[in-house]
């Protein structure tokens, strides 16, 4: 790594002057292999250090990001912000940045050697493992691993230092025949603990699945049954939006007057949980305050919102990492996101979930899961889809529609499954949920 440090030093004694100065600096070292129609087609590494500059006077900010690539970098990033700022518009929202604060948990482990130590031909046998144990065609897919080092400091005294690995995956796969079927995996985590012959074999059961769906005919009200890798991003975009502090600070949220309120089942507990093995997972987020564990829904009861220092009292979820990506980091402004927002398992596996299921459908693929942010509505494509009827699978579909709403289908969950999956900054079980509704040609 870089000695990110002098960098941000460097750049903090130039901006001192400023009534409010925030530098931010990463370094990530990113190597890649690329498959595609099921050949190791590329294999790269990338290297990517960045600065970005924050200054404020008054209500008015300036910011800008540079790459590091040469000597004069950090004083063309400090002249650039400078420069934004003598024409920015007066704001009443700014508050200034983030104050110190003590580390509130101990330091989680997201590094793992391996991911450091890893060579060309490590990622060629990862890939190649893939390949031997999917029986269907890899169109396209990519093996993530990297190295994140990153720092902030401010004018107030924030200085406060991470470092983490990055694992993640993103898999496609196709059964070619008469009615072709496709499948997708991602993976997301901080170790080199991804179990490639089990996502080989996922990927094939989903294309042969959806290559023999049937057409759904009419409609019908029944129960939806999410496994991890759906509810992940059904989740995400959903409750994550109406517990972001920023929509609540505008009055997007739907849960913005539900503070200690009941806001969903009583199975439903969410913690967000920093101190964990996740990509997100930290001692101090990305604006430099203290990250901690905390309730933000307990046994259906709305507990807190997660806030940044935008929306004044950061709790610590001032992001610019991502769970996916660790180059660019030094470009993004801090936005809210949870570090790890967990569901709390439940009692059962996911083929219990389906036995204790009169009519509904277990979702194995949506053609992308995601709801509406701002009212938790959805209406998606079900790509491979089985019906169950009185604990049985008796058919499976393909390209039908299912609706409902996410932020009423946390209201109604039935069954809530024991195996925990990390998906990007949520970790999820399988869970069944009544009132929705699935519509055919």
């Not at 969903?264 to 901690?292: W, Y």
Request: contains cysteine; charged residues 25%; negative net charge.
């Amino acid at each position: 790594m870089s000695d990110i440090h002098a960098y941000a030093e460097r750049a903090l004694s130039s901006v001192r002057s400023h009534q409010q100065s925030e530098v931010y600096v990463s370094d990530a070292l990113v190597h890649t292999v690329y498959i595609d129609d099921s050949r190791i087609s590329n294999i790269e590494t990338k290297r990517d250090t960045g600065l970005m500059v924050r200054v404020a006077d008054g209500g008015r900010q300036g910011k800008a990001s540079v790459s590091l690539s040469s000597d004069s970098s950090v004083e063309c990033c400090v002249r650039m912000a400078e420069s934004v700022l003598r024409f920015s518009p007066e704001s009443s929202d700014f508050r200034g940045y983030v104050q110190p604060g003590r580390a509130r948990i101990a330091q989680p482990d997201v590094w793992d050697p391996r991911v450091d130590a890893v060579s060309p031909d490590d990622l060629r046998e990862m890939a190649q493992r893939l390949i031997d144990s999917c029986r269907v065609n890899i169109p396209r897919a990519q093996i993530r691993v990297s190295t994140n080092e990153c720092r902030v400091m401010n004018g107030n005294g924030v200085d406060a230092g991470h470092r983490s690995t990055l694992v993640y995956g993103h898999f496609t796969s196709m059964f070619r025949g008469d009615h072709p079927g496709e499948g997708m995996e991602t993976f997301h985590g901080t170790h080199m603990d991804i179990d490639l012959e089990a996502v080989g074999e996922s990927l094939a059961r989903q294309a042969e699945g959806s290559a023999r769906g049937r057409e759904f005919k009419g409609s019908r009200s029944l129960t939806m049954i999410l496994p991890p890798g759906q509810l992940g991003d059904m989740m995400m975009s959903s409750v994550g939006s109406v517990v972001n502090g920023e929509n609540v600070k505008y009055g997007r949220s739907l849960w913005k007057d539900s503070l200690g309120q009941e806001v969903a089942s009583k199975g439903l507990t969410l913690i967000d949980d920093p101190s964990s093995r996740a990509p997100l997972s930290c001692v101090f987020d990305d604006e430099g305050a203290p990250a901690e564990r905390k309730a933000v829904v307990e046994n259906g009861i709305l507990k807190s919102f997660l806030r940044d220092s935008f929306c004044g009292d950061s709790t610590g979820n001032g992001m610019r990492r991502s769970s996916v990506e660790a180059q660019g980091a030094y470009e993004r402004t801090p936005v809210v996101k949870p570090l790890n927002l967990v569901a709390s398992p439940g009692r059962y596996t996911p083929e219990e979930i389906v036995e204790q299921t009169d009519n509904g459908i277990l979702v194995e693929r949506f053609a992308w899961p995601e709801a509406d942010g701002l009212t938790g509505r959805f209406g998606l494509n079900v790509r491979c889809g089985h019906i169950i009827r009185k604990g049985e699978v008796v058919d499976t579909i393909s390209n039908a529609l299912l609706m409902g709403n996410m932020i009423d289908a946390v209201k109604n969950i039935e069954l809530i499954g024991k195996d925990v999956r990390q998906m990007g900054v949520v970790s999820v079980p399988t869970m069944s949920f009544s009132g929705t509704e699935l519509v055919g040609n």
